[in-house]
C-alpha cells in the first residue's frame, strides 16, 4: 500500500510564511508528478502547483510569486514554501503524487493539512 502524510499547516498571521511538506511510503518503485492542491469551506478542490519529473513548475495565478513548489526525490517529497500569506488562502492543502507500483501508473493523495491565515 502507498500513503502520502502532509505536514507544517498551522495557524499563521497575513505575511507571513508556512513550509508544507508531504512525505510518500509504501510499495511503489517511481516517482512522477507531483502537486499541491487547496479546498476551502464551501469550495471546490483548486490545484495551487505542480512540478514534473523533470522540475518544470506551474501555478495557479493568485499564488505565483509567493508559492515555491520543490520535490526531493531521495526523501519520495514534495514541498510548498507560502509566503506573504493572506486570508484566501486558508484551506485544507492536499499533495498529489503520481506513483508508478508494479500494479502499474495511479494517482494517490494524502488526507490533507488545513492553513489558516487569520489576524
Known amino acids: 500500500q502507498v500513503q502520502l502524510v502532509e505536514s507544517g499547516g498551522d495557524l499563521v498571521q497575513p505575511g507571513g510564511s508556512l513550509r508544507l511538506s508531504c512525505v510518500a511510503s509504501?510499495?511503489?518503485?517511481?516517482?512522477?508528478?507531483m502537486g499541491w492542491y487547496r479546498q476551502a469551506p464551501e469550495s471546490q478542490r483548486e490545484l495551487v502547483a505542480t512540478?514534473?519529473?523533470?522540475?518544470?513548475?506551474n501555478y495557479r495565478d493568485s499564488v505565483k510569486g509567493r508559492f515555491t513548489i520543490s520535490r526531493d526525490n531521495t526523501k519520495n517529497a514534495v514541498y510548498l514554501q507560502m509566503d506573504s500569506l493572506r486570508s484566501e488562502d486558508t484551506a485544507v492543502y492536499y499533495c498529489?503524487?503520481?506513483?508508478?507500483?508494479?500494479?502499474?501508473?495511479?494517482?494517490?493523495w494524502g488526507k490533507g493539512t488545513l492553513v489558516t491565515v487569520s489576524s
Open positions: 509504501g510499495s511503489f518503485v517511481g516517482l512522477k508528478d
Open positions: 512540478i514534473s519529473t523533470g522540475g518544470l513548475t
Open positions: 498529489n503524487m503520481r506513483l508508478v507500483t508494479l500494479g502499474g501508473s495511479g494517482d494517490y
